[in-house]
Every structure is written in structure tokens, then in C-alpha cells.
């Protein structure tokens, strides 16, 4: 079965962290980008990071570099977020991405209040 499952979600305070942990299935993962989005209430879908397929070049959003880290084990086929010092405004659905097959997860909600 060709899917995404995220997990690692939750609730932390302010400057805390969290990691995300998404497993993929019936595709091949070393071959595929593969993307985190969030998404808030009332906000549309954005791009949080990437990660290339082959050679692990990462992108991040400007509102979360220097704080999240992407990054990917071919072995075990799953793709990672590491979130680091957490804000309020992190607060959204965490969405799993592999763009070239237009396969999503089912999120993962993280929500950062004190």
C-alpha cells in the first residue's frame, strides 16, 4: 500500500522541542524528495522543509530556519523533523510530503502553549 504515517506529535511549551517522524510504504523512498507542510486554522498549507532524494540538499521556510532539521534514513525509509525552540506560531497540522508522487499523510497535530 502506497502511504505516508506521520507521528511525534503533541503538545510542548514555549522553547521546547519536538520530533516528527514520518514512515513511508510502496514506493521507492531513496529515489523520492520528500517535504514536510503545516498547516494552521484558518491559514493555507505552507512549506516547512525539503529533502532531496539523492542528494540530501535541504531548504527550510525563513520563519523556521536555524530552528527545524530535515533529515531522512533511506534504510528505514522514513523522513524526520527535528523542532527545536518552539513558538506559539509553530502551532498548526504537520503534513508528510513525497511531491513527485502527490502523496500525503494523514498530519499530525503540534501545538505549542504554555
Known amino acids: 500500500q502506497v502511504q505516508l504515517v506521520e507521528s511525534g506529535g503533541g503538545l510542548v511549551q514555549p522553547g521546547g522541542s519536538l520530533r516528527l517522524s514520518c514512515a513511508a510504504s510502496g514506493f521507492t523512498f531513496y529515489n523520492s524528495n520528500m517535504r514536510w507542510y503545516r498547516q494552521a486554522p484558518g491559514k493555507e498549507r505552507e512549506l516547512v522543509a525539503h529533502?532531496?532524494?539523492?542528494?540530501?540538499?535541504?531548504s527550510y521556510a525563513d520563519s523556521v530556519k536555524g530552528r527545524f532539521t530535515i533529515s531522512r534514513d533511506n534504510a528505514e525509509n522514513t523522513v524526520g523533523l527535528q523542532m527545536d525552540s518552539l513558538k506559539p506560531e509553530d502551532t498548526a497540522v504537520y503534513f508528510c510530503?513525497?511531491?513527485?508522487?502527490?502523496?500525503w499523510g494523514q498530519g499530525t497535530q503540534v501545538t505549542v502553549s504554555s
Open positions: 510530503n513525497a511531491p513527485t508522487l502527490k502523496l
Open positions: 529533502i532531496g532524494a539523492i542528494s540530501n540538499i535541504r
